[in-house]
């Protein structure tokens, strides 16, 4: 069963930039696609964006499209979240899950808080 370890999160003004990592245990990190979600104070989970167990394919969530990148480096197993001209409103707990789609239904990390000010 994997685990996933997330962090690099911290308080960053508007406009700045912060690079989340998810680190993997278990089994083999390269046989899967991996998925980075957020959870903003009184709002429900929602998908941020995946890559898949190659790196060739990424999906993303409209609102964070053209500010957000993710890779991996499977050597490290290691998914990353490049998140740039960050805006209040991605304040939210991130946290990554092992899939491709937009939702997940198994067990969460304890995730890494971003809180980006005004």
């Known amino acids: 069963q994997v685990r996933l370890v997330e962090s690099g999160g911290g308080l960053v003004q508007a406009g700045g930039s912060l690079r989340l990592s998810c680190a993997a245990s278990g089994r083999t990190f390269s046989s899967y696609a991996l998925g980075w979600f957020r959870q903003a104070p009184g709002k429900e989970r929602e998908f941020v964006g995946a890559?898949?167990?190659?790196?060739?394919?990424?999906r993303y969530a409209a609102s964070v499209k053209g500010r957000f990148t993710i890779s991996r480096d499977n050597a490290k197993n290691t998914v990353y979240l490049q998140m740039n001209s960050l805006r209040p409103e991605d304040t939210a707990v991130y946290y990554c899950a092992p899939t491709y789609e937009s939702s997940w239904y198994g067990d969460w990390g304890q995730g890494t808080q971003v809180t980006v000010s005004s």
């Open positions: 890559i898949n167990w190659s790196g060739t394919n990424r």
